[in-house]
């Protein structure tokens, strides 16, 4: 079974532009989480959907958004990139929401904002 | 919200010695999950606790989970250089408000 796939692996930005990120959960999980990593704040969720719908939301800025597809996929979106949004961007799925099932990360997508 | 505070932050042992990781919850927690992360590399689950009082192992891996189920901890015997990376707990579920909240991790060094 594959596991979650995040695209894109790296990319560079600057200040004041977007990024959209994708990440697909492994074959039948319907929860998709994402997380922020940084040296300093560690793993910080930023929201949850199953089932298309957001279930839960971290406390970042209306800047970072997302959204999940009917095939379970998910994108997070971040707009005017700030030096402080550079980070490890990391996904993860599950088969339950907010429950207590496992979670099965992808590598991460780092982000550097110049 | 709730937190879970985690100790210590780093830990630098020397091969063969133990390892300990807890984590600590002002209030009740319904469960508590353990990951590990190697160094460039992202999270794997390792066990999830859910009684008062359980404990699991896996191989040289003990986990605990307290009997107020306001703490846990993760106890390493004979550390070996593969055990190198961070650990953290996460808490899920109605006890993380609906939120996956993870601890700060612990951050193994082993020198061989």
């Known amino acids: 079974k594959a596991g979650v796939t995040q695209t894109p692996r790296y990319l560079i930005k600057t200040r004041g532009q977007q990024v959209t990120l994708s990440c697909s959960p492994i074959s039948g999980h319907r929860s998709v989480s994402w997380y922020q990593q940084t040296p300093g704040q560690g793993l910080q969720f930023l929201f949850e959907y199953f089932s298309e719908t957001q279930r839960n939301k971290g406390n970042f800025p209306g800047r970072f958004s997302g959204r999940q597809f009917s095939n379970s996929r998910s994108e997070m979106n971040v707009s005017t990139l700030e030096l402080g949004d550079s980070a490890l961007y990391l996904c993860?799925?599950?088969?339950?929401?907010?429950?207590?099932?496992?979670?099965?990360f992808g590598e991460g997508s780092r982000l550097t904002v110049l | 919200g709730q937190q879970v505070m985690q100790i210590p932050q780093y830990q630098h042992v020397q091969e063969g010695e133990d390892f300990t990781t807890y984590c600590n919850s002002s209030t009740t927690l319904s469960n508590i999950q353990w990951y590990k992360q190697r160094p460039g590399g992202h999270p794997v689950f390792l066990i999830q606790?859910?009684?008062?009082?359980e404990v699991k192992k896996q191989k040289r891996l003990t986990f605990q989970f307290g009997e107020a189920k306001k703490n846990s901890s993760l106890h390493i015997t004979a550390t070996q250089t593969t055990d190198v990376g961070t650990y953290f707990c996460?808490?899920?579920?109605?006890?993380?408000?609906?939120?996956?909240?993870f601890g700060a991790g612990t951050r193994l060094f082993v020198k061989a």
């Open positions: 996460a808490l899920r579920g109605e006890a993380g408000g609906f939120k996956t909240i």
């Open positions: 606790l859910v009684k008062s009082g």
């Open positions: 993860a799925s599950s088969l339950w929401t907010s429950g207590t099932g496992e979670l099965f």
